[in-house]
């Protein structure tokens, strides 16, 4: 059974760092692209960042480029993100998903992000 | 890229819910639908237009036109009260949402 469990959230300043973790199980991680989805209070889903199964590309949102880190470590078969220079309007619930062919085929339960004074 | 959901649908259990995700020549594109509940992962409903995981019932349809793809659950349940995402990969944007569809059945 394939399980992704995300963990790391927390409340946060505005201008602070975080860093967000995707434990997987239940299928081969390294051959997977993987990713990170976030969902504001009362609002849409919205794309963060992507990388490869071999973590070689990875691919962020405009609005998180440079300021947001995706990771993996295939050997613990784990998923990372971390988030630098936080704004009030990064708060949300971050979810990690397996990537397959474009679309994400399995997610998380999601962890949740407070960036707040 | 933009994508446009109706922002809710309410409906009686048995009846069928129809999804509309609008974007310019979204033919063009694979569309997939997940469906999201307070608390809990999202769940992929459907891939490339049409195609349904395994484990999704059959009352989950969908289908494209031009501008437009349709996510269709027929004999609608209280479990199938959710809100819904349209989702395509476009190669200025990468991935996209749609804005969402609440799902409520009365």
């Known amino acids: 059974e394939v399980q992704l469990l995300e963990s790391g959230g927390d409340l946060v300043h505005p201008g602070g760092s975080l860093r967000l973790s995707c434990a997987a199980s239940?299928?081969?991680?390294?051959?997977?692209?993987m990713s990170w989805v976030r969902q504001s209070p009362g609002k849409g889903l919205e794309w963060v960042a992507s990388?490869?199964?071999?973590?070689?590309?990875?691919h962020y949102a405009d609005s998180m480029k440079g300021r947001f880190t995706i990771s993996r470590d295939n050997s613990n078969s784990t998923l990372y993100l971390r988030m630098n220079s936080v704004r009030a309007e990064d708060t949300a619930v971050y979810f990690c998903?397996?990537?397959?062919?474009?679309?994400?085929?399995?997610w998380g339960p999601g962890t949740l992000v407070t960036v707040s004074s | 890229y933009v994508l446009t959901q109706s922002p809710s649908v309410s409906l009686a259990p048995g009846q069928t819910a129809k999804i509309t995700c609008g974007g310019n020549d979204i033919r063009s594109k694979s569309v997939h639908w997940y469906q999201l509940k307070p608390g809990q992962a999202p769940v992929l409903v459907l891939h490339h237009d049409r195609d349904r995981p395994s484990g999704i019932p059959e009352r989950f349809s969908g289908s494209t036109s031009r501008n437009t793809a349709t996510l269709t659950i027929t004999s609608v349940e209280i479990g199938d009260e959710a809100d819904y995402f349209c989702h395509v990969w476009d190669n200025n944007s990468y991935h996209v949402f749609g804005t969402g569809t609440r799902v409520t059945v009365l």
């Open positions: 998903a397996s990537t397959t062919a474009g679309y994400f085929d399995y």
């Open positions: 990388v490869s199964g071999d973590g070689r590309n990875t």
């Open positions: 239940g299928f081969s991680f390294n051959f997977y692209a």
